[in-house]
């Protein structure tokens, strides 16, 4: 009951602040200690102190969300700039926005699909000249851009449905009704009311989740089931040889190379929509497995070398207004939540199915934790599995409900949705990582 009431609260909150509670909330309120920290970080960046115009901020978002082909987002973030006074041309598309924010395609396109590709000139070519950017600016701009791309990943991944004022959405109570919902609460505080109470006519959440009973996958090869990964987690705990630094880099390459034979999801998508192409450039550049990266000179990115604790943290905070400390809330919220279940077991410690799948994320994107064992990997978590997650991290745009249906049959809903928020913040760190290294060298240099 006190979830419930948290969830309850937060889902007021937000619904007061932003005369809407979309969809992502409401599917993210199934852990409202995450819920909490995402609400505060994204009102952050877009609403709060910052180098950057608020106008900027929502196309910057808009930008991102186009390299996903992620009309929710879009949509919402289109309806978001208009009223902070945006210029409605500017919505015509890329050729009718000013030079200096054209100027951040490339970091946009880079950071959404190679961010490994990133280098030195690429923030040069911002910070000098005409049109130049502040490397204050600059980083604001790039936890916008990681924000958005990762955030595309959860909305597909989850199947998220669109918002009252796009086609298929729901009614949503108007600010008079939820304020006579707010004050019914408030006189009934020992109410044991389900989420239904929050100020929504509909809770989407029964929709989606009615959604999965009333089509039930046909799953192509049988999953490895609960009580087996159980199992697997006990045997590796219980395991006390370890491994040499030449077997836990061979063991890395091994899932690396492997990850590079699973295919996506799903057909690749045919031409972009009118609609969102206007915002994207170069839309045939696209995610492209690291283990196949060709130029070996760009080498696995080492978490020993450069990590969020020791470095990016610190950066971001000293450049970006203390952001980092909404940042690392959330990152340490996604990986840590637990509830000590899986399925319907209670008491389980599930750190270790957690850490492989964050690290698997991660490893997608060419980022290497030297002390992890990534054998683990290949004993938690199954190829159908390994196949969703690389297609919600690297193509989101491919995925649907019914992907998110097949797999991790056994896991309650909150628990698969816990999963894909692990694939956003895995997915924003790697992408920030990769940017706060480059801005950091830029530093050195300059």
């Not at 880079?110 to 490397?135: R, V, Y």
């Not at 159908?384 to 992907?403: G, H, M, N, Q, W």
């Amino acid at each position: 009951m006190e979830q419930l009431a948290k969830t309850h609260t937060i889902f007021v909150d937000a619904f007061l602040q932003n005369n809407r509670l979309d969809h992502v909330s409401q599917v993210m309120g199934y852990h409202p200690s995450y819920l909490d920290h995402f609400l505060k970080t994204q009102g952050f960046i877009l609403r709060g102190d910052g180098p950057l115009p608020y106008d900027y901020r929502h196309y910057i978002a808009i930008m991102a969300a186009g390299r996903h082909q992620c009309s929710y987002l879009i949509t919402l973030q289109k309806q978001e700039f208009i009223l902070q006074g945006g210029d409605p041309a500017w919505l015509k598309g890329l050729t009718y926005i000013p030079q200096k924010l054209r100027n951040l395609y490339d970091i946009n396109k880079i950071l959404a699909h190679q961010p490994w590709l990133l280098n030195k000139s690429h923030i040069e070519k911002l910070t000098k000249g005409k049109d130049s950017w502040s490397l204050a600016e600059v980083v604001h701009a790039i936890v916008i851009l990681a924000h958005f791309h990762s955030l595309c990943s959860f909305v597909f991944s989850c199947g998220v449905n669109q918002e009252l004022d796009q086609a298929g959405g729901h009614r949503y109570q108007t600010s008079e009704e939820v304020h006579r919902a707010v004050a019914m609460n408030a006189n009934n505080t020992n109410s044991k009311t389900e989420p239904k109470d929050i100020p929504i006519v509909n809770d989407t959440r029964q929709d989606w989740k009615q959604l999965s009973l009333a089509s039930p996958p046909s799953p192509t090869e049988p999953e490895v089931g609960i009580t087996t990964i159980m199992q697997r987690m006990k045997t590796l705990s219980e395991q006390t040889q370890e491994c040499t630094p030449v077997e836990l880099t061979k063991r890395f390459e091994n899932v690396e190379n492997q990850s590079a034979e699973l295919i996506a999801v799903g057909p690749e998508p045919q031409e972009t929509p009118a609609d969102i192409g206007i915002f994207v450039d170069d839309s045939s550049f696209m995610y492209h497995d690291f283990a196949k990266r060709g130029d070996h000179e760009i080498s696995t990115f080492r978490v020993q070398d450069y990590s969020w604790d020791d470095h990016g943290y610190s950066l971001v905070n000293r450049l970006y207004n203390d952001v980092g400390n909404l940042l690392d809330d959330k990152f340490k919220t996604a990986y840590n939540l637990t509830y000590y279940t899986m399925g319907g077991r209670t008491d389980v410690d599930t750190s270790r199915f957690r850490r492989a799948i964050w690290n698997y994320i991660q490893c997608l994107l060419g980022i290497r934790h030297d002390d992890y064992d990534y054998g683990e990997i290949n004993q938690l978590l199954e190829k159908t599995l390994k196949t969703f997650i690389k297609s919600a991290c690297c193509y989101p745009e491919r995925v649907t409900k019914k992907d998110y249906d097949r797999v991790l049959r056994e896991f309650k809903h909150s628990e698969k949705v816990h999963v894909n928020l692990m694939i956003l913040e895995a997915r924003m760190q790697a992408e920030l990582l990769y940017a706060l290294r480059t801005v950091n060298r830029y530093n050195m240099t300059n």
